[in-house]
C-alpha cells in the first residue's frame, strides 16, 4: 500500500486527533497538566499494541511506551523521543485557539511537538493493522519538562537510551522540514559580586562598588562572543545595590553561553572561571553549569541522517540537514555517544510564537517516514 496516499486519506481524523491534543494545554512545571496529558495518551498506546509505563519525575508523569517483539531482525531498540510539555501558559488557546488557515494548523504546543505525537500514534496503528513488522524493539519516551530543562526526565532520557542503537528526535524540523544534525551545547552561569557597601555621600571612598565591577566584567563576558566559531556569551539578566545614596554592596547577573563543540565549551568556561575583579575590595562567585552538551555532526551521526534521508528519497521526497542554536533533549544522548538524528518532527514554524503552526501537506509524508523509520532503521 502507498504508505502516503494512507495517511493522506487519514488526514481530516489525524487532525482531529492533533486538535485534541493541543486542546489539553499542558504547560511545562504544570504537574497536574502535564501529566494527565500522559494519562490521555497511555490508553492509545495501548489501543496500537504498546506497553505502556509512567516514569514519575517531581515534575510530572513522563510516558514510556515500547515494543519488544519477539520476531524483530535486531536486537538493540531505538529510542524515539519526545515531549508533551509546551511553553504556554494556561489559557493561550483563547488568545491562540486551534484553527485551520491556508493549508496550515494553529494552537500553541502543535508545532512543538503535539502534531508529532499524533504521527507516532498514525504510524504505528498503521504497521498493527497491516501485519507489518518493527525492525527491532522501538521506545517512545514523551517527556513532560523538556522546555524548562529536563531536570525530571534526563534520568530516565539516559536510561532509557542506553542500550539502543539510534535516538530519534520529533523536535519542530528547520525550514523546509529539514533535520536538525548540529546543536549548541548550553551553559547558564550566575555570577554574584561581592562590593563593600558605604554612604554615597558620607564616606563614598570607603565602598567598593559591586555595580561598578559588575559592568567591568560584563565588558569581559561579552568580549568572549566569538560569532565565527559560534561561542556565544549573554548576561540577560542583572540586578544589584539597595539605593541610589548607596555604594553598592552585592549585584548579580545571569549568563547564557553556548557552544557548537564539547572543545569549545570546555575552553569558554575555563575562560569565566577564570575572571578576576578589576577593583579592589570586591570579589566574585560563580555557580551553575552546562545544562547541555552539544549534539556534534559526528561520522556516526551523518551516516545515521543519510539512511533516514534514503527513507524519505524512497517516499519522494528530499530530508535536508541543518543546524540549530537551540539544544534539546537529543543533546543528552548524542552526549552518550549514541547517533542522534533530531528535527525530524511534522514541517512548519513559529515555535513558541504566536503564530505556531504545522504545514498540513507534510503530515501525511511524516506518518510515512516515521512508519519507513520504525520497520526499517
Ligand atoms: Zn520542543
Known amino acids: 500500500m502507498d504508505l502516503i496516499n494512507y495517511f493522506n486519506s487519514r488526514k481530516s481524523l489525524i487532525l482531529d486527533e492533533i486538535r485534541e491534543l493541543v486542546e489539553l494545554e499542558s504547560p511545562t512545571l504544570d504537574y497536574a497538566r502535564t ?30 511506551a515500547y515494543y519488544t517483539p519477539t520476531d524483530a531482525i535486531e536486537d538493540d531498540p531505538i529510542l524515539l523521543l519526545g515531549h ?33 505525537i499524533v504521527l507516532m500514534l498514525e504510524s504505528l496503528r498503521f504497521i498493527r493493522e497491516n501485519g507489518m513488522k ?78 561598578l565591577e559588575l559592568a567591568h566584567q560584563i565588558q569581559a563576558l561579552h568580549a568572549l562572543n566569538d560569532f565565527e566559531r559560534g561561542i556565544t556569551v549573554n548576561v540577560g539578566v542583572i540586578s544589584g ?12 547577573a545571569e549568563i547564557d553561553v553556548r557552544f557548537w563543540t564539547r572543545d569549545d565549551g570546555l575552553e569558554i568556561i575555563d575562560r569565566i572561571s577564570g575572571l578576576q575583579p578589576a577593583l579592589k575590595g570586591t570579589s566574585l562567585e560563580l555557580s551553575g553549569d552546562l545544562n547541555r552538551p552539544p549534539l556534534e ?16 528519497a524512497d517516499l519522494g521526497y528530499q530530508l535536508g540537514e541543518g543546524s540549530a542554536g537551540g539544544a534539546s533533549d537529543g543533546n543528552f544522548t548524542a552526549n552518550m555517544g549514541i547517533p542522534t538524528l533530531d528535527g525530524l518532527g511534522v514541517a512548519g514554524s513559529g515555535a513558541h510564537a504566536a503564530h505556531e503552526h504545522l504545514l498540513i501537506d507534510d503530515l501525511a509524508p511524516r506518518a510515512a517516514l516515521i512508519t519507513k523509520i520504525l520497520t526499517e532503521m
Request: with cysteine; proline share 5%.
Open 134 to 211: 518493527l525492525k527491532r524493539p522501538a521506545r517512545f519516551l514523551l517527556t513532560c519538562d523538556e522546555e524548562s530543562g529536563s531536570h525530571s526526565s534526563r534520568q530516565f532520557i539516559e536510561d532509557d537510551a542506553h542500550d539502543c542503537s539510534a535516538v530519534f528526535v520529533f523536535e519542530p524540523s528547520l525550514p523546509g522540514g529539514a533535520a536538525k544534525t548540529r546543536r549548541k551545547g548550553i551553559g547558564t552561569y550566575h555570577l554574584k559580586v561581592h562590593g563593600i557597601e558605604s554612604h554615597a555621600g558620607l564616606d563614598p571612598e570607603k565602598g567598593a562598588s559591586a555595580i
Open 241 to 252: 545595590g539597595t539605593g541610589s545614596n548607596v555604594i553598592a554592596g552585592h549585584a548579580e
Open 35 to 64: 501529566s494527565a496529558v500522559s494519562e490521555y495518551l497511555a490508553p492509545k498506546f495501548e489501543e496500537v499494541g504498546a506497553t505502556v509505563e509512567f516514569q514519575s519525575g517531581f515534575n510530572g508523569l513522563h510516558l514510556l
Open 84 to 116: 508533551l510539555d509546551t511553553v504556554w501558559p494556561v489559557g493561550t488557546l483563547e488568545k491562540m485557539p486551534f484553527r485551520i488557515e491556508d493549508g496550515r494548523a494553529y494552537g500553541p504546543g502543535i508545532f512543538d511537538m503535539k502534531s508529532s
Open 297 to 312: 555532526r559526528t561520522d556516526q551521526l551523518i551516516d545515521l541522517y543519510r539512511r533516514v534521508r534514503t527513507l524519505a
